[in-house]
């Protein structure tokens, strides 16, 4: 009996040791996620905010050609005018070509049957 509680406080022993490592390099890991995290979310972020303001405040209206800008701004509002649809001149896609020697169907529409509970009914009695 006092042999198997030796063993049992040198196994405990040893797993608390291997704990404690296991607990110490979790927690490592963590602060190091977390610094990394910090670092490209905030820290970068902060960073490039600061370096647009300085940036903003270096670029000066006198060193811009002004005749570039024009052309730019031209450009784009060229870009911007569409000529409009004339809908009326546009050729409706539902209506059947002409057949050459006859003039009813020149204009028909086509349109899918309607169905009606009427119909509907009449063809499930077809059916049966």
Known sequence: MNNIQKTLKKISK??????????LILSLTLVTFVGIFLYKNFYITIISAKRIIVLQQEVSPASLKQ???????????????????????????FIL???KGDDSTANAVISPPIKTPESVQSSAQVVN
């Open 67 to 93: 005749e570039l800008v024009n052309e730019i701004v031209k450009k784009n509002k060229e870009k911007q005018n569409i000529t409009p649809i004339n809908w009326e001149n546009l050729k409706d896609i």
């Open 14 to 23: 040893t797993i608390i040791d291997h704990l404690m490592v296991i607990v």
């Open 97 to 99: 070509p002409a057949n």
